[in-house]
C-alpha cells in the first residue's frame, strides 16, 4: 500500500514526490533559484567594484589636498586641472568595467591611476598638470608604449580594451 | 649618534661614478605595489622639462649611504625619515632610451653636489650622438621608457641588514 498522498496543490508542503527530479514544479523553482543566486553573485560583484570606483573618486578629491614636494623631490601638487581630467577618465574607466588599483599624485606633477596584474604586465594613465594625459602600457622587464588620452570615445574604448588585454597578459608589442 | 650627510665641501665632484656604485633614492611606503615593487610614476621627470638640476635626484654611494636619502639635509629640510629607500647600480641605468618617434638619448648620472648633501645627483640625459652630452629634453615617451627602465630595476635597500651604516655610526 502507498504511504504517499498527493499534496493538495494549494498547500505548501515540503513533501513532493519520490522522484523529485522529474517534478516540473521543483524543476521550475529549480531554476527560478539560480537565477536568483546567480544575480545576486553579479549584484554583489558590481556593488563591490562600484565602491572601489567611489573610493577611487574620493581618493582623486582628497588630491586637492596633496602640498608642493609632497615627495621631498620638489614634485609639485596635483593640478585643479589634472583631477579634473583624471576624474573624467576614471568615469570613463568605471563605464568600462576596469578600475586602477591605485590613485595617487604623480612624482611628475599630476595624477596617476596605477593598474596591475598577476602577470608580468602593468600600466598607467597619467594626467599632468600640463593637461597631458596619456596611458603608459608597460611591462616589469622595462618595455613600454605610451599612448596619448584620445578625445575620441569610440577610441578610447578600443584603447581601453587593449589595456585589459594587456594586463590579462598580452605580449608587449614594441616599436 | 646621527651621522650627517656629507656637505658640498667634504666630496669631490670630479671623481667618476664606478659601475658597482649605487644610487639611492626615496620611496613613500604608502606607493609600493606588492613585493617591493614601484610604479614608474614615482620618478619625477618634471625637471625634464627645465633643466638638469630639475632632473630624477639620487645620492650616489660613493660619498652617501642609504641612510643619507631620509635625511633632512637630503630631502630640503623635510622630515622622511618614515620613507624607505631604494636603490639602482649605475651600469642598471639604461645606456639609452629611444622615443616612440625613434630620436634616441643617452642616459647617465651627473653629480651635483648640494650644500647640505654632498651626494647629490641627477639621472641626466642628452642626445644619444652628442658627444658633448649637452642636457637634452627628452620626448614624454622617451621620459616614460625611462622612468620604467628605473622602475624595473630599483630595489629596496634593507636599512637594518646595511653594513653601511654599519660601518658609518660605529665609527
Not at chain 1, 596619448?148 to 594587456?166: A, C, F, I, N, T
Not at chain 2, 639611492?24 to 619625477?44: C, K, M, Q, W
Request: charged share 25%; proline share 6%.
Amino acid at each position: 500500500m502507498l504511504s504517499f498522498a498527493p499534496p493538495d496543490t494549494n498547500v505548501p508542503t515540503a513533501a513532493d514526490s519520490f522522484e523529485r527530479t522529474s517534478s516540473r514544479d521543483l524543476q521550475v523553482f529549480d531554476s527560478q533559484f539560480r537565477e536568483i543566486v546567480h544575480s545576486s553573485n553579479c549584484r554583489s560583484q558590481f556593488l563591490t567594484m562600484y565602491d572601489m570606483f567611489k573610493r577611487q573618486a574620493n581618493l582623486l578629491t582628497q588630491l586637492s589636498s596633496v602640498p608642493d614636494d609632497w615627495n621631498g623631490y620638489g614634485s609639485p601638487a596635483p593640478s585643479a586641472e589634472a583631477i579634473g581630467i583624471a576624474k573624467t577618465i576614471l568615469n570613463t574607466l568605471w563605464t568600462e568595467r576596469l578600475l586602477p588599483r591605485r590613485v595617487l599624485p604623480s612624482a611628475e606633477g599630476g595624477v596617476a591611476l596605477v593598474f596591475s596584474s598577476a602577470n608580468e604586465n602593468r600600466a598607467v594613465i597619467e594626467t599632468l598638470n600640463s593637461n597631458e594625459a596619456f596611458i603608459l602600457i608597460y611591462d616589469r622587464s622595462g618595455n613600454s608604449r605610451t599612448f596619448d588620452w584620445p578625445g575620441s570615445r569610440q577610441v578610447q574604448h578600443e584603447y581601453l580594451l587593449s589595456l585589459k588585454d594587456h594586463l590579462k597578459g598580452a605580449r608587449l608589442a614594441v616599436a | 649618534m646621527p651621522v650627517l650627510p656629507l656637505r658640498d665641501s667634504d666630496v669631490d665632484s670630479t671623481r667618476a661614478f664606478a659601475a658597482d656604485e649605487l644610487l639611492y633614492r626615496r620611496v613613500l611606503p604608502s606607493e609600493e605595489l606588492a613585493d617591493g615593487e614601484i610604479d614608474p610614476t614615482r620618478f619625477n621627470s618634471l625637471s625634464f622639462k627645465k633643466e638638469l638640476d630639475g632632473a630624477p635626484s639620487v645620492l650616489r654611494s660613493q660619498f652617501a649611504i642609504p641612510e643619507d636619502a631620509l635625511h633632512s639635509d637630503c630631502a630640503g629640510d623635510k622630515n622622511v625619515s618614515q620613507q624607505k629607500v631604494y636603490s639602482i647600480r649605475v651600469d642598471e641605468l639604461p645606456g639609452q632610451i629611444k622615443a616612440q618617434d625613434g630620436k634616441a638619448y643617452s642616459v647617465y648620472p651627473v653629480h651635483r653636489p648640494l650644500p647640505t648633501c654632498g651626494a647629490h645627483s641627477v639621472i641626466g640625459s642628452c642626445m644619444a650622438e652628442d658627444l658633448t652630452k649637452t642636457y637634452a629634453v627628452p620626448s614624454q615617451t622617451a621620459r616614460n621608457d625611462l622612468r620604467v627602465k628605473l622602475a624595473a630595476k630599483m630595489r629596496p635597500v634593507d636599512l637594518a641588514k646595511n653594513p653601511a651604516i654599519q660601518d658609518a655610526t660605529s665609527t
